[in-house]
């Protein structure tokens, strides 16, 4: 149970990267180098977390997330998010060094984007066609 608590405190970082709050609570929003913090320190963890339960294994295998630890989506997922806004940062720095961007705002924007491709296809999509969606014009 314990390990289940760590990782669930470490998870809750990518909630508060991206400023992800509760309804009618105010949001902390976090600058582009603290997000990133964030998420290395969850993406640190989550690889430490497969290494020690994978060697406990006499060969090696993918982590499939029931074995003690997080799947290997999760584990592309977040570096996935990590690596995105590593180039983002890298682009900023060069573009415009001085800009503050508000990762709020652009998550805000993904979702709204993914909601309104979602409709093209169908008026009233179903949970699967969301699912499957969400593969397909995911950024």
Known sequence: MKGAVEFLR???LLYKAF????????????SLDEAI??????DNFSKETVENVM?????PCKPSGIMGTVS???LSFVRMILEGLRALEQLLKELSPNYKIDLYTCLSIQ???????GHFEGQFPTLLQY??????YRV
């Open 10 to 12: 470490h998870l809750e």
């Open 19 to 30: 400023s992800i709050h509760l309804k009618h609570q105010k949001a902390q929003k976090l």
């Open 37 to 42: 913090s964030k998420l290395e320190t969850l």
């Open 55 to 59: 060697s406990t294994f006499e060969k």
């Open 72 to 74: 290997s989506q999760t």
């Open 111 to 117: 979702v709204e984007n993914l909601h309104a491709m």
């Open 131 to 136: 699912a499957q969606n969400l593969a397909k």
